[in-house]
């Protein structure tokens, strides 16, 4: 089967760090560019990072810079993102999907969703 398994999810307090996984499974990764994304409750989902296939090239939205990672290990099938200083606003369920992460708005058309995984950030 053809899909995105997401982990790494959790519960964590203001100021401490995650490290996300999105696995492939049934393809290999390496042809694909992977963006992350997350919905807040009762918010529209939102593109949080991607990065290419060809030469790892990444883009960032405004609240992740400089705070979170995304990387990948081909050999391993895996794109990762680092969370750090993770903040309550940055609680959500996050997804991982197939995108194009050449154009500014690489947001705006996904496909191949994962299921997500929950991250909850409160005191």
């Known amino acids: 089967q053809v899909q995105l398994v997401e982990s790494g999810g959790g519960w964590v307090q203001p100021g401490g760090s995650l490290r996300l996984s999105c696995v492939s499974s049934g393809f290999t990764l390496d042809k694909y560019a992977i963006g992350w994304f997350r919905q807040a409750p009762g918010k529209a989902r939102e593109g949080v990072s991607c990065i290419r296939s060809t030469d790892e090239r990444t883009q960032y939205s405004d609240s992740a810079k400089g705070r979170f990672a995304i990387s990948r290990d081909n050999a391993k099938n895996t794109v990762y993102l680092q969370m750090n200083s993770l903040q309550p606003e940055d609680t959500g369920v996050y997804s991982c999907?197939?995108?194009?992460?050449?154009?500014?708005?690489?947001?705006?058309?996904?496909?191949?969703w994962g299921q997500g995984t929950q991250v909850t950030v409160s005191s």
């Open positions: 999907a197939i995108v194009i992460c050449d154009r500014a708005d690489w947001y705006q058309n996904a496909g191949l």
